[in-house]
């Protein structure tokens, strides 16, 4: 029910959108969720939005850097990543919680998408 998309290979300092196309219900009243999985890493979770209010959350890692936002209108949500660090190579999947708290259990998942940042 969740489709993730936009991942691929950068060079340091430039830009990708992630894509999560939300399908088979409808998301209000759920948060959507942005984590990432560095190889040997904890999954994090980088930034996150309440489907109706909109209110956000970032990671002090990528604050000022990823923007997320949601188009209700296509049922998608969207992380723009910008100033991309090689730290920022990971999986990244979106997920989705049901309420408006990013401390949510997240029970609907998408795939991974692969981003890369070369040096």
């Known amino acids: 029910q969740l489709q993730a998309s936009g991942g691929g290979l950068v060079q340091a300092g430039g830009s990708l959108r992630l894509s999560c196309a939300a399908s088979?219900?409808?998301?209000?009243?759920?948060?959507i969720g942005w984590f990432r999985q560095a190889p040997g890493k904890e999954r994090e979770l980088v930034a996150a939005v309440f489907w109706s209010g909109g209110s956000t959350y970032y990671a002090d890692s990528v604050k000022d850097r990823f923007t997320i936002s949601r188009d209700r209108a296509k049922n998608t949500a969207f992380l723009q990543m910008n100033s991309l660090k090689p730290e920022d190579t990971a999986t990244y999947y979106c997920?989705?919680?049901?309420?408006?708290?990013?401390?949510?259990?997240?029970?609907?998942w998408g795939q991974g998408t692969e981003v890369t940042v070369s040096s």
């Open positions: 088979g219900r409808s998301f209000n009243s759920y948060t």
């Open positions: 997920a989705a919680a049901l309420g408006g708290s990013r401390y949510g259990k997240y029970d609907y």
